[in-house]
């Protein structure tokens, strides 16, 4: 149930819901004081409304009739609650208009309105070095996600970025919830500790169990508990790039070209994955009688056969099954993976968008893209 009164915290911290408190204490003395002068004066409803708002506004304006004793005591009465309650009704309203806490309830409002419309986002926990990176490759590529940070410096940052963001504990299920945990598509966790993204996964993964989990790890001993408490990927920041940088010094242009396949904003060629599902023309068939690379023209790379198998298999020959749940990892055109994806699965095709995220068809219907394999 809707509470009435607001609490003592929300009455010191919101000004809007002092005027609030302020309108209906100044309502309720204007009622008060109208039926004081209907029992007292016996003047009519309108006389004593009329009298009651006078009195309360301090207009000064002459009475509708003379007043007995009783008359003006309680005109004293409501002088002395009346001025004080217009004043502080005055007051609140000029500080809801020109106050900096006024200005940031009602950009708090409007940002919780727009992190409500966002679903199919991707939810990243901690602004940090590395959160600001995602986010600053996301918003470049319209990528719908929503930032969840507590430290009031980087909301700052947040704020002047025009970033969606939730402020509060990205562990706390609450906060989870505001950020649409319920309609994301993935929760990426790069908060600075270990600690504090493993607790972070474990509230996501009891609020969304099918949900894409991607964390940091600090160190390679906190993985497998990263893991444990319920990531999908766990990567060590210092490790991956103290190996990408290694390989690029032994193999320069390898690593400039699989950069390149993976930026979002590749015009030419992206590198893509793909579920081989039940439904797929080429379930349960070779590898070479499938010939994707002659149906679509996208080149299959490598292959990781099963769901939880981690290895893959590069350049796979012609005699490898494939079957349902198997992973393609094809590189090629828009046009071209968009016609692998039909193959893949003809039943719900995903739809490689222009920036490189996917989509089902119905999804892109429903938010009225009109973005369809060509």
Same mark, same amino acid.
């Given at each position: ?36 002068? &209907? ?69 708090? %409002?409007? &940002?919780?309105?727009?992190? +409500? ?20 490759? !996301?918003?470049?590529?319209? #990528? ?82 990263? !893991?444990?408490?319920?990531? +999908? %990927? ?10 990408? &940088?290694?390989?690029?010094?032994? +193999? ?41 690379? &002659? ?17 893959? #298999? ?32 003809? %039943? ?27």
């Amino acid at each position: 149930m809707r509470r009435v009164l607001p609490s003592l915290s929300d009455l010191f911290s919101n000004p809007f819901v002092r005027l609030r408190l302020a309108l209906l204490v100044g309502g309720l003395l204007i009622v008060i004081g109208t039926a004081g002068y &209907m029992e007292l004066e016996h003047f009519t409803p309108l006389q004593a409304l009329y009298m009651a708002v006078i009195v309360l506004s301090g207009v000064g304006l002459d009475a509708p009739a003379k007043l007995n004793t009783a008359g003006h005591i309680w005109t004293i009465i409501l002088i002395v609650f009346g001025l004080g309650t217009t004043a502080w009704v005055f007051a609140t309203i000029i500080e809801v208009f020109v106050s900096e806490q006024s200005f940031r309830i009602v950009q708090r %409002k409007r &940002m919780e309105r727009r992190v +409500n419309n966002l679903s199919l986002h991707y939810i990243v926990c901690g602004y940090g070095r590395i959160g600001q990176q995602i986010a600053q490759m !996301y918003a470049l590529e319209n #990528v719908p996600f929503v930032v969840v940070e507590q430290d009031p410096a980087r909301l700052e940052q947040l704020q002047a970025s025009d970033v969606h963001y939730v402020a509060g504990d990205a562990a706390d299920d609450a906060i989870l919830l505001q950020a649409g945990i319920a309609r994301a598509a993935a929760l990426i966790a790069v908060t600075p500790t270990d600690a504090v993204n493993t607790f972070i996964v474990l509230s996501a993964r009891g609020l969304r169990p099918d949900l894409w989990i991607v964390a940091r790890s600090d160190t390679l001993q906190n993985e497998g508990k990263l !893991y444990r408490a319920g990531a +999908n %990927k766990v990567i060590s920041t210092h490790v991956l790039g103290g190996r990408w &940088m290694g390989v690029t010094a032994l +193999n320069p242009a390898v690593t400039e070209f699989v950069t390149a396949m993976t930026e979002l904003d590749h015009a030419n060629f992206v590198l893509h994955e793909f579920a081989v599902s039940s439904e797929s023309v080429f379930a349960q068939k070779t590898f070479g009688t499938a010939d994707l690379k &002659m149906q679509t023209g996208a080149l299959i790379v490598a292959i990781r056969q099963g769901a939880t198998a981690h290895r893959f #298999v590069p350049n796979p020959s012609d005699d490898l099954v494939l079957m349902p749940g198997d992973l393609l990892i094809a590189i090629g055109t828009l046009r071209q993976q968009n016609a692998l994806a039909r193959l893949v699965n003809p %039943k719900n095709p995903e739809t490689i968008l222009p920036h490189g995220l996917r989509a089902s068809d119905e999804t892109l219907r429903r938010a009225g893209r009109g973005i369809l394999p060509g």
